[in-house]
Nanobody, 117 residues
Framework: QVQLVESGGGLVQAGGSLRLSCAAS????????MAWYRQAPGKQRELVAA???????THAGSVKGRFTISRDNAKNTVYLQMNSLKPEDTAVYYC???????????WGQGTQVTVSS
């Protein structure tokens, strides 16, 4: 059973920074692409950033240049470094993976990020 546990959320002022972490277990982490999504109140969940097993990354246009996804395969952990935070970044942030050979994707429980103006 794949488990994803996010941490690092909190309350920060606009312009500040946070680093989210997602610790994974239950599958061969290094083989799997990982992603961060977010969901703001009243809005659909949206992709924020993703990283392949080989380390290739993609970031949503709204966060490009401010957020950076990375991974540490030795620690089975994926990170989201968030800089220059804006109030519109306020959301619950979720870690996601669809392991190689699996029949479904997996989500973490989410971590709240609140950016005050």
């Amino acid at each position: 059973q794949v488990q994803l546990v996010e941490s690092g959320g909190g309350l920060v002022q606009a312009g500040g920074s946070l680093r989210l972490s997602c610790a994974a277990s239950g599958s061969i982490f290094s083989d799997n692409a990982m992603a961060w999504y977010r969901q703001a109140p009243g809005k659909q969940r949206e992709l924020v950033a993703a990283i392949t097993s080989g380390g290739f990354t993609t970031h949503a246009g709204s966060v490009k240049g401010r957020f950076t996804i990375s991974r540490d395969n030795a620690k089975n952990t994926v990170y989201l470094q968030m800089n220059s935070l804006k109030p519109e970044d306020t959301a619950v942030y979720y870690c996601n993976t669809y392991p190689v050979g699996a029949t479904r994707g997996y989500w973490g429980q989410g971590t709240q990020v609140t950016v005050s103006s």
